[in-house]
């Protein structure tokens, strides 16, 4: 019912930076809460930012101040900036959405990305 397809990763020095996207697309009937997650290799899975509706924002410690997220909800889409990039953000990163679609727009259900592979090289 609903596909997200997150583009972006990458290759990349430490210290610079990218920017990830995802879109969403499909029956949708409203996007509530969007973020991002990360799983490095041998690594349980971790909550890196979400933004509400509204535009309220949390990060987790390890990328505040460096990682930036955002959304169009006109678009369906959400971005994450991720600047001053380290090693330890390599990682896939996974865009979630809660989503209520057309078929079922009282209920809300999660959804998630394939993924993106960040690679950051010392």
């Known amino acids: 019912q609903v596909q997200l397809v997150e583009s972006g990763g990458g290759l990349v020095q430490a210290g610079g930076s990218l920017k990830l996207s995802c879109a969403a697309s499909?029956?949708?009937?409203?996007?509530?809460?969007m973020g991002w997650y990360r799983q490095a290799p041998g690594k349980q899975r971790e909550l890196v930012a979400t933004?509400?509706?509204?535009?309220?924002?949390k990060y987790v410690d390890s990328v505040k101040g460096r990682f930036t997220i955002s959304r169009d909800n006109a678009k369906k889409t959400v971005d994450l900036q991720m600047n001053s990039l380290k090693p330890e953000d390599t990682a896939v990163y996974y865009c979630?959405?809660?989503?209520?679609?057309?078929?079922?727009?009282?209920?809300?259900?999660?959804?998630w990305g394939r993924g993106t592979q960040v690679t950051v090289s010392s």
């Open positions: 933004i509400t509706t509204g535009g309220t924002t």
């Open positions: 979630k959405s809660q989503v209520q679609t057309t078929a079922s727009p009282f209920s809300e259900n999660d959804y």
């Open positions: 499909g029956r949708i009937f409203r996007i509530n809460d």
